[in-house]
Every structure is written in structure tokens, then in C-alpha cells.
């Protein structure tokens, strides 16, 4: 079955700082790979996604992440930190394929950006 | 115009009601769901529908029951309710393979 790990449960950094979320996973196959961001009160923002290709993806906001097989990982990471950023991150891997994928959702990481 | 809405944003209930979550996408999609996510945040997989049929049944309570009229709507129904019900409940909408858009979400509170 597939598992999504992401180590940190709360950073802090400093606006103007850069960023980077871990995330590691675990699946069988080639797996498909979303960061998602949830501001309080919110629903789930698509980030950015991994399907194929291009190993370094760019999202919305800044926001870029880096697919790495040999280590099973795809940690997000943003330059230069905004104060708006500061909210919770869900790193998730689609499982199944053809009619219907369920989403597997690591159990988050809560950025708070200091002034 | 919102992709994915669901009513009501927020679902205040006694223990024992039976209360229904609505959700609508008018993104064309074929496919839906239901996640929950608990008090610690952690987001689970309920319910998938696929042009209204019945595709992902996760281990929950009979309790709960999907619908889905069309497949633009997917419905929540919970009977019963309990006080562990509480939670957020996200409806979602994707095509084959490619990301889901979530709703705003539903918070559940069982007194």
C-alpha cells in the first residue's frame, strides 16, 4: 500500500528566507505526486504536481518541487518565503489508475513565517 | 464561479441526528470524492464515484451513504451521528489521472 511521510510537523522560518517541506513516499510503481496547501478555514490549494517528465516541477506561488526516485522523495521548496505562505502543506500520491486514483495524503507540515 | 461547492460550510448537530453534506462541481468532471480530515488534520479517502457509480469504499461505518444523482453531485448522507463524526468533511473532483480540486469544505460538529 501506499504511505506518504512527511517529517516535519511545524517549521518556522523568517520572511525573505528560503524553504524547503520534506516529503518522502512509498509506492510500487511510478507514482503521481501532488503538494497541496490548506489555509485556515480553507479547502485544499493545488500546488503544483508530478506526473512524468521533467524531474523539477514549478507551481503556483514561487513554489517548485524536485522528484528524486533513487530516494523516494519530493520535497518542496520556495526561494523566498512570503508571510502570506504561512499555512499547512500536504504532500499526497495518487494510488490506482484508469477510472478513479485516491489520493494518500502525508499528515502535514504547518509553516508559520516569522516577521 | 466556484469549481467545487458544498453546503453547508458549517454543521453544528446533536449525537443521534441524521444530517446530509451536498456537493457540486461544474468542472465537466467524471470523478468525485469524499475525504475526511480528523482533528489532527490527517486527510483520509471516504468515497469515490465515477459517472455516478460506486468505485472506492474505504472502511466506514455503514452509518454514512453516498449519493450521487449525476455526476456533477455527490452527496453525503450520515445516519445516527456520533460524537466521533466530527470533523471536516472535503469533497473533491478530478478526471482519469490527473489532480483533484477540492471544495471549501464541511465542518461537522456532533454535541
Known amino acids: 500500500a501506499q504511505s506518504v511521510t512527511q517529517p516535519d510537523i511545524h517549521i518556522t522560518v523568517s520572511e525573505g528566507a528560503s524553504l524547503e517541506l520534506r516529503c518522502n513516499y512509498s509506492?510500487?510503481?511510478?507514482?503521481?505526486l501532488f503538494w497541496y496547501v490548506q489555509s485556515p478555514g480553507q479547502g485544499l490549494q493545488l500546488l503544483l504536481k508530478?506526473?512524468?517528465?521533467?524531474?523539477l516541477v514549478q507551481g503556483i506561488k514561487g513554489f517548485e518541487a524536485e522528484f528524486k526516485r533513487s530516494q523516494s522523495s519530493f520535497n518542496l521548496r520556495k526561494p523566498s518565503v512570503h508571510w502570506s505562505d504561512a499555512a499547512e502543506y500536504f504532500c499526497?500520491?495518487?494510488?490506482?489508475?484508469?477510472?478513479?486514483?485516491?489520493?494518500?495524503f502525508g499528515t502535514g507540515t504547518r509553516l508559520q513565517v516569522t516577521l | 464561479d466556484t469549481a467545487v461547492s458544498q453546503t453547508p460550510k458549517y454543521l453544528v448537530t446533536q449525537m443521534g441526528n441524521d444530517k446530509s453534506i451536498k456537493c457540486e462541481q461544474n468542472?465537466?468532471?467524471?470523478?468525485m470524492y469524499w475525504y475526511k480530515q480528523d482533528s489532527k488534520k490527517f486527510l483520509k479517502i471516504m468515497f469515490s464515484?465515477?459517472?455516478?457509480?460506486?468505485?472506492i469504499n474505504e472502511t466506514v461505518p455503514n452509518r454514512f451513504s453516498p449519493k450521487s444523482p449525476d455526476k456533477a453531485h455527490l452527496n453525503l448522507h450520515i445516519n445516527s451521528l456520533e460524537l466521533g463524526d466530527s470533523a471536516v468533511y472535503f469533497c473533491?473532483?478530478?478526471?482519469?489521472?490527473?489532480?483533484?480540486?477540492f471544495g471549501q469544505g464541511t465542518r461537522l460538529t456532533v454535541v
Open positions: 508530478y506526473f512524468s517528465g521533467d524531474t
Open positions: 473533491a473532483s478530478s478526471q482519469v489521472e490527473t489532480e483533484a480540486f
Open positions: 509506492y510500487g510503481a511510478t507514482p503521481y
Open positions: 499526497a500520491v495518487a494510488a490506482g489508475t484508469g477510472t478513479a486514483s485516491k489520493l494518500t
Open positions: 468542472l465537466g468532471h467524471d470523478t
Open positions: 464515484y465515477n459517472n455516478k457509480e460506486l468505485i
